[in-house]
């Protein structure tokens, strides 16, 4: 039996529509359909080998699907590359943290301002006018202040913690000002004061209007950081509700620990 979401009156900023998937025969996303309102922050959850990874693979266009249909702010963008996802509005994180070892914390995040796209959540910016690098510096400055990372701007990221690397790559999808983040294991490793850090960083970004989704193994982090639970199994949709209704439910619990 599945769990459904009670209906909310918010524009739709995602569909997946019929959304299958398979290597070698083996379907790791089977005929999955759902939509993301804007401006919610939405966790999948399940199983390993359930297709979590694989689905934000295909919504990035580093996986092309067998069949079905990606729609973003209401334009098809199922065979889309990567690059051009990224430039119309969806940021992404991955489960290895993927930061530059070499170079500064403050560099790693000029690197990702760069390719700013649009006004949003860094104070209305034009992607069409050259900044100054005293302009991008202060707004890293930002970046970093939101994720407690200001005293490190000139540590090589290299020499920052786990949970540090983790708040940086968060960041460094941030810098990038899109609309919808898909954030695959964020809290993977980290201490529970980083946790606690990156779940804040999360409402923060959803209150500059913007949505996110991730990929979650911990059910605390599910429970406290999440507003709606997805859950798949075997790729394919078994629940959706609030986090508290979909944890406890029998059909979830059965699809982890098999009854």
Do not use: W
């Amino acid at each position: 039996m599945e769990l459904k979401t009670k209906n909310e009156k918010r524009k739709t900023v995602l569909r997946v529509q019929d959304l299958s998937k398979s290597f070698d025969g083996v379907k790791a996303l089977d005929n999955l359909s759902f939509e993301i309102g804007k401006q919610t922050i939405t966790a999948i959850i399940g199983p390993n080998g359930s297709g979590k990874t694989t689905l934000f693979n295909v919504i990035c266009g580093f996986l092309r699907p067998d069949n079905g249909n990606i729609i973003f702010n209401d334009k098809k963008i199922t065979y889309f590359a990567p690059y051009k996802i990224s430039k119309i509005g969806i940021g992404r994180t991955f489960q290895m943290i993927r930061v530059f070892p070499q170079i500064t914390v403050m560099e790693n995040l000029l690197l990702a301002l760069q390719t700013e796209r649009k006004e949003g959540l860094l104070y209305g910016l034009n992607p069409f006018i050259k900044h100054s690098d005293k302009e991008l510096e202060e707004k890293a400055s930002i970046l970093l202040k939101m994720a407690e990372l200001k005293d490190k701007s000139n540590e090589y990221a290299g020499n920052l913690s786990h949970g540090q690397r983790r708040l940086l790559e968060i960041m460094r999808a941030v810098a990038l000002d899109a609309d919808l983040y898909l954030f695959d294991e964020p809290t993977a490793g980290v201490f529970p004061e980083v946790r606690t850090r990156i779940l804040n960083l999360f409402k923060s970004i959803k209150e500059q209007n913007n949505t996110i989704i991730f990929v979650e193994h911990n059910m605390e982090t599910v429970r406290e950081g999440a507003e709606r639970v997805i859950v798949l199994d075997k790729g394919k949709f078994i629940a959706d509700s609030k986090p508290n209704e979909v944890l406890d439910s029998k059909v979830v619990i059965e699809a982890y620990f098999g009854g």
